[in-house]
């Protein structure tokens, strides 16, 4: 049975903005707090400048400490649904690193906007590293904003409508 998936909306708080210089790497560990906990310890043994996000915090908060950083890694349940994370830190600029968890395909070009190493420590350090390269960080910033910009709330509104025009189908399935 193929499941029908309404995509979320991306929507920014007003003045919302990315300071002029960005340094560091924030982690969303809220899902993930063992494994998130274990990347900042090794980065910041690598002299990372690292800002960690391992329980909820509120939304502002979140985004601000997210925009004011260079390299997002947020890290979903496994079997996540349509997971906003990733595409917030795309939208904010950052060169964004997020397993894939399902929920994410509908966003998540491996390379293209975000890197999507495996749901593991050693995996997740070589992604961090691998941003060292300027012309892969600019593509990943440049095409993660793209991406972001078709998630807006007509998109959503629209995939909500699909669904419910088709309701009798899904609910007989």
């Known amino acids: 049975m193929a499941l029908a998936v309404a995509e979320a909306a991306l929507r920014l708080p007003d003045g919302l903005a990315a300071p002029e210089t960005r340094a560091g790497v924030f ?9 998130g906990r274990a ?4 980065l910041r043994g690598r002299g990372c400048q690292v800002a960690l996000c391992d329980r909820r915090v509120l939304r502002h908060e979140y985004l601000a400490q997210m925009a004011a950083a260079a390299i997002a890694v947020t890290l979903p349940y496994a079997t996540e649904g349509f997971y906003l994370p ?7 600029g950052c060169a964004t690193i997020v397993p894939d968890c399902i929920g994410n395909r509908a966003y998540l070009a491996d390379g293209r906007n975000a890197l999507a190493p495996p749901l593991q420590l050693d ?7 691998r941003l060292d390269d300027a012309a892969l960080f600019a593509r990943l910033v440049t095409h993660g904003r793209e991406t972001a910009a078709r998630f807006g709330l007509q998109r959503e509104r629209e995939a909500f409508h699909a669904v419910l025009d088709d309701i009798d189908h899904l609910w007989n399935a």
């Open 27 to 35: 982690i969303d560990a809220t899902k993930q707090p063992s494994l």
């Open 39 to 42: 990347l900042a310890a090794a």
């Open 86 to 92: 990733g595409l917030e830190a795309m939208a904010l």
């Open 123 to 129: 995996a997740l350090l070589q992604a961090v590293q």
